[in-house]
């Protein structure tokens, strides 16, 4: 039923993805639009708060975590110089990966939550979440545990690391919190899901993702080995530490809040050594930026990477949090990461590895460079106004401007910020239109070689 | 042809998965930031209270009548779902006023079991200011 196919999982992990993207940004547009016309599509399905954890739930775990499945089912057999341990396996995970998707997707519609941020699922889509994620890490484990190289290359610790992060992370956020009783407890459980998803899956993959591609796209030599151990070791340290943070200036002893603050500004360490590192790897091929759009992505990224590592350390810091805390600018540093930083370096896998699956290049060049503008742009405009607009709106609360009259002061920065998404939106298209004409125009291909071969026989 | 990784001032690169990894020092400039952020770190966990300081406010409750008034009243009578209030002492007599807040009026609730005589009065006091 399933197809062994060698590259079958990683190619078909991506295509899942990118169907994902398409759904999650529209709900996230969605979630924009309501902000301007409340009235929108107001039934008991698309209510604003179903949607807004719809949109989140979405682009993160189904979205960002199946591009990073696809490049990891191709990456990993790569670096282990091996198969990937069951291809079969592989494409049955993906099945059900996508049913309890499917089903959290539903259930949020339908107003089941567990009103945790980036855990908003039912408990019975997360246990089945869990096996899934489960046979994932298995299956890459065992292909690790085959390989034929033997050294571990820095990117196989970050996902290595990652998959075991993952299922960590989701056990602690999701389960104790259903049978624990007082609200700040819950909600430090809650936030330690919340911001590892972050930190020890999405930022661990993705770090993991550009240290494989830059030195293929480039053809340069990874710059320094002692970097690449300073900053593994450095963030699986200290990123746990980082939840508190979340509710800085909040009814949480000040020995958690510090604990949770001082590891979120430890993190420059790890950062700025991994960005070092990347640009170390990076000197004297900055020009290829202009041609090839993969390493495009991946530095753009890198430098996303490098601005939502700044602003996030500074805002643990209670005299920042107490100004920007609940307002606007929140949601636009929220989307510097997943989106800036690290769905960038995924288009730049997708953009890397389906052309070696296929055996084709990627159809139009045009609509890559038009995904990388629009996206980039998009996410500019999208994210200056959400900042501009946390800004205003933090100092208008501090005044004591009446709540409502701070509410009608947001509309142009609401509206800018719609504009914006609809270019991420729309850049989304392009990839999604030019993975579906490689891939066709590959098969057929292939079967005219075929053909032609049959004949010439 | 794998050299063990301790060699860290080796200039000659390793070779792992057909990838060449260099030997690099790690920038000076990286070193000093890293000590910065461990100093400071150290500092923040010695001598900060972890939370800010907020002085509790200085004459409280002095006017709590606007308070409620913005907090409740508000939310309709500033949007245009129900009529503006300004003025509104001049075209209504006191005891009128007291019994919509008490018990409602067309699509407005009533919200009487939610105050007290004494906050309704202070509400009252802040309607007349209110132009």
């Keep these: ?457 | 042809m794998k050299k063990e990784y301790q060699q860290h001032d080796s200039k000659e690169a390793d070779i792992v998965s057909d990838i060449k990894i260099e030997h690099n020092r790690v920038p000076k400039l990286l070193v000093a930031v890293f000590y910065v952020v461990a100093i400071w770190a150290i500092g923040y966990a010695i001598f900060m209270p972890g939370k800010l300081a907020v002085e509790p406010a200085a004459a409280p409750q002095d006017n709590k009548g606007e308070l409620i008034f913005e907090g409740t009243c508000l939310s309709c009578h500033a949007t245009g779902a129900a009529p503006d209030l300004s003025g509104v002492t001049d075209r209504m007599p006191e005891e009128d006023i007291k019994n919509v807040i008490k018990k409602g009026r067309n699509t407005m609730p009533a919200i009487g079991h939610l105050y007290t005589e004494k906050e309704i009065e202070l509400v009252y006091e802040y309607l007349k200011d209110y132009r």
């Design chain 1, 1 to 457: 039923m399933f197809t062994d196919e060698k590259w079958s999982s990683s190619k078909n992990w991506f295509i899942a993805a990118v169907f994902w993207i398409i759904i999650g940004m529209s709900m996230g547009l969605l979630t924009a639009t309501k902000q301007i016309w409340p009235e929108l599509l107001n039934n008991r399905w698309f209510t604003y708060g179903h949607v807004r954890s719809a949109h989140v739930m979405l682009v993160i775990y189904a979205w960002l975590s199946m591009a990073y499945v696809g490049s990891m089912f191709y990456m990993i057999p790569k670096l282990a110089k091996t198969k990937v341990y069951s291809e079969k396996m592989g494409n049955f995970a993906l099945v059900f990966y996508n049913i309890v998707i499917l089903e959290g997707f539903f259930a949020l519609l339908l107003g089941q939550t567990e009103v945790i941020e980036y855990g908003e699922f039912p408990l019975w889509v997360d246990v089945q979440l869990l096996v899934a994620i489960g046979l994932v890490a298995y299956n890459l484990f065992k292909t690790v545990g085959r390989r034929q190289e033997k050294m571990l290359y820095v990117s196989l610790w970050y996902f290595l690391g990652s998959l075991l992060w993952l299922p960590l992370t989701w056990i602690v956020g999701n389960f104790p919190a259903q049978w624990i009783p007082s609200g700040v407890q819950q909600g430090l459980m809650g936030w330690f899901l919340g911001h590892n998803a972050i930190g020890l899956w999405m930022t661990t993959v993705g770090v993991g993702q550009i240290y494989y591609l830059l030195p293929k796209l480039t053809g340069r030599p990874l710059y320094s080995h002692q970097l690449s151990m300073i900053g593994f070791w450095a963030i699986a340290t200290f990123y746990v530490w980082n939840g508190p943070h979340h509710l800085m200036n909040g009814p949480i002893p000040g020995w958690i809040s510090k604990a949770g603050v001082i590891p979120s500004i430890v993190l420059l360490i790890p950062v700025w050594a991994v960005l070092a590192n990347f640009w170390g790897t990076m000197k004297g091929s900055w020009s290829q930026t202009r041609t090839s759009v993969p390493l495009r992505f991946t530095v753009a990224g890198t430098i996303f990477y490098l601005f939502a590592c700044l602003q996030g350390p500074l805002q643990a810091l209670p005299s920042v949090s107490s100004v920007i805390k609940f307002t606007h600018w929140t949601v636009g540093h929220a989307h510097m990461g997943p989106f800036g930083a690290f769905s960038f370096t995924s288009f730049a896998a997708i953009y890397y590895i389906l052309p070696k699956i296929v055996g084709r290049e990627m159809f139009s060049k045009r609509a890559m460079e038009a995904h990388f503008w629009f996206s980039t742009v998009g996410f500019l405009v999208f994210a200056f106004s959400l900042w501009i607009a946390g800004v205003v709106q933090g100092f208008a609360w501090i005044e004591g401007v009446p709540f409502l009259q701070t509410v009608l002061m947001m509309e142009p920065y609401v509206q800018g910020r719609a504009i914006g998404g609809t270019m991420m939106y729309v850049a989304q298209f392009f990839l999604a239109w030019n993975m579906y004409k490689t891939i066709k125009l590959a098969k057929l291909e292939k079967k005219q070689q075929a053909q032609q071969q049959a004949a010439s026989a």
